[in-house]
């Protein structure tokens, strides 16, 4: 059998349904018992645990229309790089194909956007294919001890909330004392720690904010009682957000519960094939919240929401949670989604402003809402909206993607920041913290000028008339 590389450079040529790496169409019985005996013996891509599966596979008509959506195929033209390739080597390691270090590199190349899921006309289920497989991954497949460390230190720290609370003191140091700047000018730390280097250009400008109470009253009359994630990154980097949707619930009449100690919601982790570690955050979160008497849950950060709602798949197998797990997912509300299924009571006030509205990846292709927030911006007087082209292309933030991958990830990121800057938008406004780092650094790469903001904090703005000068200074 050919290495998968075999298929490198071939460009968008599909394989056929059956094609092997080598081009071969329609295996004859010889072929297929040729591969067998080569493959006796040695283990194979994937177990018996949550393997990829084959039905899902076999969904995929080799149609090509996903491609030209895949971040990967944009910055490489590679076959292997697109979903349609990926989805060809989980069909090679569903025939027991070894997991070898290339086929294990095109996975972790993905950046799970899911921009494929939406571009699918056959309804390929990538979403699960990927996050089965990426599990296998992580467990079969040993690790460089460099990518092995790093992993270690990136799931040590972003999905422990305090542990990234500790960072914000000696970060804001950083900051205030003009050493960023220095440091910055001498391209010190580019040479020598390149991840520190993207973690510092990734570093947004920190706020103090109050931490919100456990409990916040609905204004006026009561119309529903939300529990409310405060999330890793958003709570220590993006306060500010938070207070931001507290007030923005409260005044449209819900009563908002935010209980200490809720930890991580665990998308993280199982973005990242760390299916045991999402399932022991997910437990947590659920019993934090049961018993609250809420009727939503809702969600301010995109790639959190769209792992929430999937709570009944991951705690499938875990007889004490798997029904608990389906009604609290049933629970789970984007912001937007929620404020939109209420429908408006507050008075919106005018802001003058134009907006480039950016989709999270994980809002608008792995929850389909794309709609809601627009009208909520629309909603407000004055505000004028603009789009950004290519709209499906990702960020290239994709959770710990960017820092993982810093030199493709820089490059989705300029050409992002690029059509954002093409609007000629004065305010770019999305509803992931990791959007808003990842386009804020490529934005500042290219000393371009426009304000960001989350979509609650211009919702804020409007509703308590602070006027635009509150999104635009900076
Ligand atoms: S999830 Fe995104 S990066 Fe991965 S294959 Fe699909 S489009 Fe490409
Ligand atoms: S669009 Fe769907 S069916 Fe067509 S190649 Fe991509 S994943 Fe396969």
Redesign the pocket.
Known sequence: MADVDATRGTGPT?PGPRQTADGGHNRSHEVDALRAAETAGRPGAFDDHHPPRADLVS?????????TTCPTYVLWGEEMD???GR?HLIAQGLEGEPLTDSMVTHFDQCLGCMA?VT??????R?DRLIEDTRAQVERRHPRGPRDRALRAAIFALFPYPRRLRLLRGPLWAYQKSGLRSLVARTGLLERLAPTLATLDSLAPRLRSVPRPPRRVAARGTRRAVVGMLTGCVQSAFFPDVNSATVRILSAEGCEVLIPPGQGCCGALSVHNGRRAEAERFARRLIDTFEQTGMDWFVVNAAGCGSSLKEYGELLADDPAYAARAVAFAAKVRDLAELLDELGPVAERHPLPVTVAYHDACHLGHAQGIREQPRALLRGIPGLELREIADPEICCGSAGVWNVLNPEPAAELGDRKAAAVLATGASLLVTANPGCLMQVAAAIRRQNGKIALAHTAQVLDASLRNLGVAALTND
């Open positions: 599909p969904d995929c008509v080799h149609c090509g229309f996903c491609l697109s979903p349609r989805i494929c571009a699918c006309p056959s309804g390929v990538y």
